[in-house]
């Protein structure tokens, strides 16, 4: 499985992830993307690290790739309109800076 050890909760939040109580069993367990009916793989899962739901407690959510690709596209166009400083440069801010990373490892 693929890991995102740092990803900040901001970033987390803006990719949004569906409400645990609504995911399916194969979606809370990790084996389905969370996003699309794409099976899941140690080789193909990417890990979105820690999430906590008031519902589930701590869980860990999973997608693939190209799913993780265009959330954090939309989310980096939605983020960047509202930070000064990614206005600037993203590399300034760790939320947008977080969202590019993932936009060049998975967007296809």
Same mark, same amino acid.
């Given at each position: 499985m693929? +890991? @995102?050890?740092?990803?900040?909760?901001?970033? $987390?939040?803006?990719?949004?992830l &569906?409400?645990f #109580?609504?995911?399916d069993?194969?979606r809370?367990r990790g084996?389905?993307?969370?996003?699309?009916p794409? +099976? @899941?793989?140690?080789?193909?899962?990417?890990g $979105?690290g820690?999430?906590?739901? &008031?519902?589930a #407690?701590?869980?860990?959510?999973?997608a693939?790739g190209p799913?993780?690709?265009r959330?954090a596209?939309g989310? @980096?166009y939605t983020?960047?309109?509202?930070?000064?400083?990614?206005?600037?440069?993203?590399?300034q801010c760790?939320?947008?800076?977080?969202?590019?990373?993932?936009v060049?490892r998975?967007?296809r």
């Amino acid at each position: 499985m693929i +890991r @995102l050890h740092e990803i900040p909760p901001q970033a $987390l939040d803006l990719l949004a992830l &569906p409400d645990f #109580g609504g995911l399916d069993a194969d979606r809370a367990r990790g084996a389905v993307c969370l996003w699309c009916p794409e +099976r @899941l793989t140690a080789e193909t899962a990417v890990g $979105l690290g820690e999430y906590t739901d &008031p519902e589930a #407690g701590r869980w860990w959510p999973r997608a693939c790739g190209p799913c993780v690709g265009r959330r954090a596209h939309g989310a @980096l166009y939605t983020h960047v309109t509202l930070c000064e400083p990614c206005v600037d440069d993203v590399g300034q801010c760790e939320t947008g800076l977080t969202l590019t990373r993932l936009v060049r490892r998975y967007r296809r």
